[in-house]
């Protein structure tokens, strides 16, 4: 009798590793397909959104299964790393000054309160018009209708359309959100919080294009493009990824001097090389 015991509890022991082995293993990743994949989990929309996102093994075991799920589901799990240095002796001008406030309280009005539903959408500007010089922005992915965003993001970026107008440059907006916050095909992109931007070029218009491609990205207007997101709404601003080093320490430079914090918001990312991801605050 117990060596027939002991036989079924060996079978039930290999049966549970085996299905414990199976349950452990995650699907195929490709870094190329990042923040174009399949859905992530709830549980990580909620942490990506969330002010700091846990990064710790959590010490519990019902808290140890929920952080491994919410690893082997989202996309953008250890993707993203920061690995700008700042120059502190930078000299940038961190004050938006009185004529740009008058004029965006005259062009946008005052800035919504933040957070609040995500059923604004950013109004269509014709690319192929003259109007693209007096909004400063058009949209170019709207077949899928990721163009919502919070009451205070849509502001945010007309705001900055404007500034932007007064230079010369054109910013080209792809995804926001889906109406409503749930957004497919991303890990972020899921509360009306997040903009990604085309790169822009030497006549100061965004443009298909990458960072390593001379002849149509102009890191400087890029920059001034960048700055201006983050004059209109300074306390709010998140994070900007894109994959090019000395843009990203012009980036942490301007928001230190800006805001006085010491955290760098610009960090490199898998697939960022073709445009800037532009993120706020929920709150």
């Known amino acids: ?23 452990m293993q995650s699907p195929p990743f490709n870094p190329q397909q990042y923040g174009e994949s399949q859905v992530a989990s709830q549980d990580f929309v909620d942490d990506l959104n969330r002010v700091q996102r846990q990064s710790s093994f959590p010490s519990s075991g019902e808290g140890m299964s929920r952080w491994v799920n919410n690893q082997v589901s989202g996309p953008t799990s250890g993707m993203c790393v920061d690995t700008t240095e700042v120059d502190s002796g930078a000299d940038y001008s961190a004050v938006m000054s009185d004529e740009e406030k008058e004029f965006l309280e005259k062009e946008v009005g005052d800035p919504p309160s933040p957070g609040g539903p995500v059923q604004t959408q950013l109004p269509a500007v014709n690319a ?67 903009v990604d931007l085309r790169l822009i070029n030497d006549n ?12 149509c990205y102009n890191r ?35 928001y230190q001097l800006k805001t006085g914090s010491s955290r760098g918001i610009a960090s490199a990312c ?13 709150r």
Request: a positive charge; aromatic letters at 8%.
């Open 220 to 254: 400087e207007k890029t920059f001034t493009m960048i700055k201006t997101l983050i004059d209109v709404d300074p306390t709010k601003v998140d994070k900007v990824l894109i994959n090019d080093p000395v843009l990203r320490r012009q980036i942490n430079n301007y």
């Open 1 to 23: 009798m117990r060596v027939y015991t002991k036989l079924i509890f060996l079978g039930v022991l290999v049966v549970t590793l085996n299905s414990c082995e199976e349950s």
């Open 128 to 194: 192929q018009s003259q109007d693209v010089y007096k909004y400063g922005y058009y949209r170019y992915k709207d077949s899928d209708q990721k163009v919502y965003g919070t009451e205070r993001t849509i502001w945010r970026i007309k705001a900055a359309g404007k500034l932007l107008a007064q230079k010369g440059i054109v910013m080209g907006i792809g995804d926001i959100s889906s109406r409503g916050g749930r957004t497919r095909g991303h890990a972020e992109h899921q509360g009306g919080q997040d």
């Open 270 to 282: 898998a697939s960022h090389d073709n445009h800037v991801h532009f993120s706020w605050k929920r």
């Open 204 to 215: 100061g218009v965004a443009t298909p294009c990458t960072v390593g491609n001379s002849s």
